[in-house]
Structure formats: C-alpha cells, structure tokens
C-alpha cells in the first residue's frame, strides 16, 4: 500500500511570509504527527492529531499550526517565517495504540524541506 | 523526565568493520524501544524494535536488545557496508498513555570502501 506522501518536497520562502505542508498518512491510520529537523536541534515534536482533534503538542509557538481533515490528511501552517525555521519537515502517521497489535511504530514520509531566505 | 541518550557521532567505519552505536534511556515502567534509520534525503524508516525486557530486535543484520537492568537498547551489526550510511535514532514509546516517541538527537554512520 501507498506510504505517506508529503507534499511539497522543496520550497523556498522569504521572512514574513506563510507557507503551508501538507500530509497524506497511510490508508487507515488515524494519527498523524510532525516534526522538525534541523542538524542542531535534531528531531523536534511539534504536533500530533487524531481524528481531527490535536491531541499532543510540542513546545513551538504559535506560528506553528496544524489540522487534520476528516480523511485523517493533515496540513500544518508556519506564519510569518524566520530564518531559523529553515528544516526538513516530517510527517509520520501510525494506528492508535488503542488499536489492536499497534505497538507505536510511525511511519514517515521524506519530508517537506523549507528554506527561508 | 524521559530522555533519551545516544552517542555523539560521526561514527566512521570501514566496510566489514563491527558497529555498535550505544543507546540509553530514562523512563518509568516498561516502554517499548525503538531504531529508526534516515538514508540521505529521505524520511525516518523503522529498522527494529522491542517491546518487552529481553526482547531482541533484528532486521537486515542490525541487532538490538531491551536490557531492562541496564536500561539501554544498544544497535550492533558484525559487517557493515557503505550502503549502511545513515543516520540511526533511538526512540522509546512509554506505557502511560503517550502518544508520542521520545526521540534520541541521532548518530551519524559514515561507512568507507
């Protein structure tokens, strides 16, 4: 079956503007998270969503948003971008823990990678 | 609080040469322990996992095994290759109702001919 698709995969923003990722999860997974990376931060939390609801966040401001459709796609939105948030933007989708046999493990997409000029 | 603990890389090997990237963590309960890898470009893949003490994960000669009394989950492969080249994390899914893996920051794997 299909993986998660991120699109875009490349762009390229200047400070002060907004852009917006976008996320396909694998069919049937309801939860899907995203992080960001960056060599000198690593792998950072930001959010994560299921069934529509945001049920976990990391510690970003709130330039950073998301949502999550009914179809469980999701899109995450950084306004007013600054250099610093130049990064590779992973989406991961997995089956709630909830569900049976699901022990955690994500699946990621190969990310959106955002340069700010 | 949960943490995470790996080795600083680059880690730098000749092809055939024995890896072990170490991998400690600081939680409470039982969590179930993951290694994620990135090939250059692309996003994280699950390369192994355990779920319970003693347990041992294994895929494409990587190893790692849940040490309970020890707390770590250290990944070891007896012969890498250069298409080995990565970067490894350790992660761990704890047992209180969490949703979300604690990620270590990554090793880099640099694997020469």
């Known amino acids: 079956k299909a993986g998660v698709t991120q699109t875009p995969r490349y762009l390229i923003k200047t400070r002060g503007q907004q852009v917006t990722l976008s996320c396909s999860p694998i069919?049937?997974?309801?939860?899907v998270s995203w992080y960001q990376q960056t060599p000198g931060q690593g792998l950072q939390f930001l959010f994560e969503?299921?069934?529509?609801?945001?049920?976990n966040k990391g510690n970003f401001p709130g330039r950073f948003s998301g949502r999550q459709f009914s179809n469980s796609r999701s899109e995450m939105n950084v306004s007013t971008l600054e250099l610093g948030d130049s990064a590779l933007y992973l989406c991961?989708?997995?089956?709630?823990?909830?569900?049976?046999?699901?022990?955690?493990?994500?699946?990621f997409g190969e990310g959106s990678r955002l340069t700010v000029l | 609080g949960n943490s995470v603990t790996q080795m600083e890389g680059p880690v730098t090997l000749s092809e055939e040469a024995f890896l072990t990237i170490n991998c400690t963590y600081t939680?409470?309960?039982?969590?179930?322990l993951f290694w994620y890898v990135q090939y250059p470009g692309e996003g994280l893949q699950l390369l192994l996992k355990?779920?319970?003490?003693?347990d041992k994960g294994s895929n494409k000669g990587f190893e790692a095994t849940y040490r309970k009394e020890t707390t770590s989950f250290h990944l070891e492969k007896g012969s890498v290759q250069v298409s080995d080249s990565a970067v490894y994390f350790c992660?761990?899914?704890?047992?209180?109702?969490?949703?979300?893996?604690?990620f270590g920051r990554g090793t880099s794997l640099i694997v020469h001919p």
């Open positions: 969503y299921f069934s529509e609801t945001q049920r």
């Open positions: 992660a761990f899914l704890g047992t209180g109702g969490s949703y979300i893996p604690t």
């Open positions: 355990a779920t319970k003490a003693d």
């Open positions: 991961a989708s997995s089956l709630d823990r909830l569900a049976g046999g699901s022990t955690g493990e994500l699946f």
């Open positions: 939680a409470t309960g039982y969590p179930s």
């Open positions: 069919s049937g997974h309801r939860s």
